[in-house]
């Protein structure tokens, strides 16, 4: 199924998305900071919401754990 109709696939895909370029950020700052508009200023705005909300993202991680548990 499509992550857009299905929660547990879309919160695994963003946690994924920001995890990932949270840490990629924390091993090429150059590379991900240069790139802070347009289409790559993406990559950078989700680093940026990793390192400024992890405990937000650390739930959100959770949650999906929860959400598999009981109603996968």
């Known amino acids: 199924m499509s992550a857009i ?3 547990q696939s879309l919160l695994s895909v963003l946690l994924l ?3 990932t370029c949270t ?3 924390s091993l090429f700052p150059s590379i991900v ?3 802070k508009t347009g289409m790559l ?3 950078w705005k989700f ?3 990793g390192e400024r909300k ?3 993202v650390s739930f959100a991680c959770l ?3 929860v959400s598999i548990l009981f109603w996968s």
């Open 5 to 7: 109709f299905n929660f």
């Open 17 to 19: 998305l920001i995890c």
């Open 23 to 25: 840490y990629l950020r």
């Open 33 to 35: 900071n240069r790139n």
């Open 41 to 43: 200023g993406l990559f």
């Open 47 to 49: 680093a940026r919401v």
């Open 54 to 56: 992890s405990p937000y």
């Open 63 to 65: 949650v999906m754990a």
